[in-house]
């Protein structure tokens, strides 16, 4: 992806920095851990600091000291998870703020305004995403809204730096996935995005929707699942023809004590690693790897030190931009097929009990 800020090579996983700032880990760390993008969040900026803020700043990349690209969400997954604090109609979305009840309105051009002021490289267009399971009227209602909502924002007039991509709804629902594929991308974005999966579906069922839905999406554009970050679903989702991923599971798992391995997450608080010097993940040539023992860890979680939240935060990134960029290597060289069946992953999402 050629971006205002830079290159991304795909495929690729994108830390969030929900309110500009990417939880435990500072933007050289995050270069340290290979991270090429970054993800915020429209809805907590617009709350906090505001746009205004950002814009005396210099901008997003100037306020949070981030200088290579940034994706923006919409606050589309704040129409799901913040619904007991909203009201949807087919003009927008109102919002009482959860900071101090204040109200506040999104509508498509407000929202595609916004990303362009701050100057986001990559800027989703305002969704309905709905939660799973879902009746067929709230998925045909979530697809209408977005495909109309996509049509509008295409119509604010653009700014060079930011590049809008459109997403993809329809839940578990093949027909309606392929109309709202079908609505969106002929508005030609360019990129998009498959939303309303990690949101009470089964595993496999976000698997074969993913499969499904990317099939029916530009091959030369990006195609970005959202709200995905284990090692085992972004592997298959990449087999699935899947190009970018965000999620805050990797520092949410590592302020938790849990590290990301591919035989499987360990459980810092577990008493087996109290007098365990061995490194965390002996495969893994990251900082935290190399210097750290999980006797080390494992102290400093029970001592409730910032220093354990930090080093996991940092080596669960971290190796998870490493898998991308053996995936990445693996393409070129046109391996794919064998790297998959080599790159395993534990079925529990625990090791050590």
């Given at each position: 992806?050629?971006?205002?800020?830079?290159?991304?090579?795909?495929?690729?996983?994108?830390?969030?920095?929900?309110?500009?700032?990417?939880?435990?880990?500072?933007?050289?760390?995050?270069?340290?851990?290979?991270?090429?993008?970054?993800?915020?969040?429209?809805?907590?900026?617009?709350?906090?600091?505001?746009?205004?803020?950002?814009?005396?700043?210099?901008?997003?990349?100037?306020?949070?000291?981030?200088?290579?690209?940034?994706?923006?969400?919409?606050?589309?997954?704040?129409?799901?998870?913040?619904?007991?604090?909203?009201?949807?109609?087919?003009?927008?979305?109102?919002?009482?703020?959860?900071?101090?009840?204040?109200?506040?309105?999104?509508?498509?051009?407000?929202?595609?305004?916004?990303?362009?002021?701050?100057?986001?490289?990559?800027?989703?267009?305002?969704?309905?995403?709905?939660?799973?399971?879902?009746?067929?009227?709230?998925?045909?209602?979530?697809?209408?809204?977005?495909?109309?909502?996509?049509?509008?924002?295409?119509?604010?007039?653009?700014?060079?730096?930011?590049?809008?991509f459109a997403i993809?709804?329809?839940?578990?629902?093949?027909?309606?996935?392929?109309?709202?594929?079908?609505?969106?991308?002929?508005?030609?974005?360019?990129?998009?995005?498959?939303?309303?999966?990690?949101?009470?579906?089964?595993?496999d069922e976000m698997?074969?929707?993913?499969?499904?839905?990317?099939?029916?999406?530009?091959?030369?554009?990006?195609?970005?699942?959202?709200?995905?970050?284990?090692?085992?679903?972004c592997v298959a989702?990449?087999?699935?023809?899947?190009?970018?991923?965000?999620?805050?599971?990797?520092?949410?798992?590592?302020?938790?004590?849990?590290?990301?391995?591919?035989?499987?997450?360990?459980?810092?608080?577990?008493?087996?690693?109290?007098?365990?010097?061995?490194?965390?993940?002996?495969?893994?040539?990251?900082?935290?790897?190399?210097?750290?023992?999980?006797?080390?860890?494992?102290?400093?979680?029970?001592?409730?030190?910032?220093?354990?939240?930090?080093?996991?935060?940092?080596?669960?990134?971290?190796?998870?931009?490493?898998?991308?960029?053996?995936?990445?290597?693996?393409?070129?060289?046109?391996?794919?097929?064998?790297?998959?069946?080599?790159?395993?992953?534990?079925?529990?999402?625990?090791?050590?009990?």
């Open positions: 992806m050629q971006l205002a800020h830079g290159t991304v090579e795909t495929p690729c996983f994108m830390p969030v920095g929900t309110a500009a700032a990417v939880k435990a880990l500072t933007p050289a760390e995050l270069l340290a851990a290979q991270a090429q993008i970054v993800l915020a969040n429209t809805y907590h900026l617009w709350l906090r600091p505001g746009l205004d803020t950002i814009e005396a700043a210099g901008g997003i990349h100037r306020f949070m000291a981030w200088d290579r690209p940034i994706l923006t969400d919409s606050g589309g997954f704040q129409v799901f998870s913040l619904e007991s604090r909203r009201r949807l109609d087919d003009d927008g979305v109102t919002f009482a703020s959860h900071l101090d009840g204040s109200e506040h309105r999104f509508t498509p051009e407000n929202v595609a305004e916004f990303q362009q002021r701050i100057g986001s490289d990559v800027a989703m267009v305002l969704d309905v995403c709905v939660k799973l399971p879902a009746s067929s009227e709230q998925l045909e209602r979530a697809v209408r809204l977005t495909t109309a909502w996509a049509r509008r924002a295409a119509a604010v007039p653009a700014r060079p730096q930011t590049k809008f993809v709804q329809g839940g578990l629902d093949l027909e309606l996935r392929a109309r709202s594929a079908r609505e969106v991308v002929e508005l030609d974005f360019p990129g998009y995005a498959i939303g309303g999966l990690s949101v009470g579906e089964t595993r698997y074969a929707t993913t499969r499904r839905t990317a099939a029916l999406l530009p091959v030369e554009k990006p195609r970005y699942l959202m709200g995905v970050g284990t090692m085992r679903d989702a990449i087999d699935a023809g899947v190009d970018c991923f965000d999620s805050v599971y990797p520092t949410r798992c590592g302020r938790n004590g849990r590290a990301m391995t591919r035989g499987g997450e360990l459980n810092m608080f577990n008493a087996r690693f109290v007098a365990d010097f061995t490194p965390l993940d002996p495969s893994c040539d990251c900082s935290t790897c190399t210097t750290y023992s999980r006797a080390y860890l494992a102290h400093c979680f029970r001592s409730k030190e910032m220093l354990g939240p930090r080093l996991l935060s940092y080596h669960n990134v971290y190796a998870l931009n490493a898998l991308m960029c053996e995936a990445r290597e693996a393409i070129e060289a046109g391996q794919w097929g064998r790297f998959k069946a080599r790159t395993t992953f534990a079925q529990s999402s625990q090791i050590d009990g």
